[in-house]
């Protein structure tokens, strides 16, 4: 008598109860119970930096298109190779816009407004007030509005469609450097982009002209906030150390853009950079002293919502997001 081992019995039970199965509608009804939603998950994000509470906001995702556009300068095969390796996309770059207000239970400071009414980059983009309500914050609640830099990224949501301030009992703080470039009549007919570029830092500026106070390198800006000058992407470009008791930050602006190509490498010159050079210098003097510091991050620019650390490796630095949920 030939006899059956019991793996035979198990596994030719199972691929009967597989057949049967098959023949039955999948989880015994035909739609399931939950609908795709296409719900977003919220664009905020809240953490501590010390004592205060800071709430990142996101003013929606800038596309860019090839790579190559923004590093016209940089050999396209290692482009589309750090990117790949970092499995990212190779012929689009995307760049999230990430602003940050920080509650130090004395002021509201928000550091950078977003791209405003304008939307140049389409509809998903200028989310920053909607975005702000919804995570529990109102604009007249704003007593600082900081600015790294007068790029149409970064300054057009100080006013809105009205011609009024958004942030109406905010005081403005801008580098003088960065506010007599962008704001230079004389450039505001200039060709391409930096004509447009002039004339939204006018608009969005100029009529607030009374209520700015102009950021000094190694200053106080506001109590717990410092400004660090990183010229280079533009002529005052300002970075912004924050500090509460051991806690440290830093809200780097545009001193990187994208948290491979930049970190990986430092000294790549960026097609909006006012002077190249001299933002790589910068780009690479600030990376080393974070890195050496090891001062937390919160980049206007890398994947929402852009809280991290960066750490020295090879040439370059690495980008280590912070766990979702922990503090800096």
């Not at 550091?111 to 919804?134: E, K, Q, Y």
């Not at 910068?282 to 750490?311: D, W």
């Amino acid at each position: 008598m030939h006899e059956t081992s019991p793996v035979s019995l198990s596994r030719r039970a199972a691929l009967g109860a597989l057949g049967a199965a098959a023949a039955l509608p999948l989880f015994g009804r035909a739609e399931a119970a939950a609908p795709i939603t296409g719900i977003r998950a919220p664009d905020w994000y809240r953490l501590r930096i010390g004592e205060f509470e800071a709430t990142v906001v996101q003013d929606g995702p800038l596309a860019l298109g090839e790579p190559a556009g923004g590093f016209p300068q940089h050999p396209r095969d290692d482009l589309t190779s750090l990117l790949r390796s970092n499995f990212l996309p190779t012929n689009a770059l995307t760049l999230d816009q990430n602003c940050l207000f920080l509650n130090t239970g004395r002021q509201l400071i928000l550091f950078d407004s977003g791209v405003g009414v304008t939307r140049p980059f389409g509809l998903g983009t200028g989310l920053l007030l909607a975005n702000m309500r919804a995570a529990g914050l109102q604009p007249e609640q704003v007593d600082a509005v900081v600015i790294s830099h007068a790029h149409i990224d970064h300054c057009w949501g100080i006013i809105g469609a009205d011609g009024k301030p958004n942030f109406p009992n905010a005081q403005i703080f801008i580098s003088k450097a960065d506010f007599d470039f962008w704001t230079a009549e004389d450039r505001q007919n200039a060709q391409g982009w930096l004509g447009d570029f002039v004339k939204g830092a006018r608009r969005n500026l100029l009529p607030v002209r009374d209520r700015i106070t102009f950021v000094e390198d190694g200053k106080e800006v506001v109590p717990g906030v410092i400004a660090v000058s990183a010229p280079g992407h533009t002529v005052g470009h300002t970075v912004y150390a924050i500090q509460s008791g051991k806690s440290r930050a830093m809200f780097i602006g545009d001193l990187a853009h994208h948290q491979v190509i930049m970190l990986r490498r430092p000294q790549i010159e960026f097609a909006f950079d006012t002077d190249p050079r001299l933002s790589a210098q910068s780009r690479l003097r600030v990376l080393r002293m974070l890195a050496q510091e090891r001062m937390g991050i919160v980049a206007y620019h890398f994947p929402f919502p852009g809280v991290g650390h960066v750490a020295a490796e090879g040439e370059g630095f690495g980008w280590y997001p912070a766990p979702w949920g922990t503090d800096l």
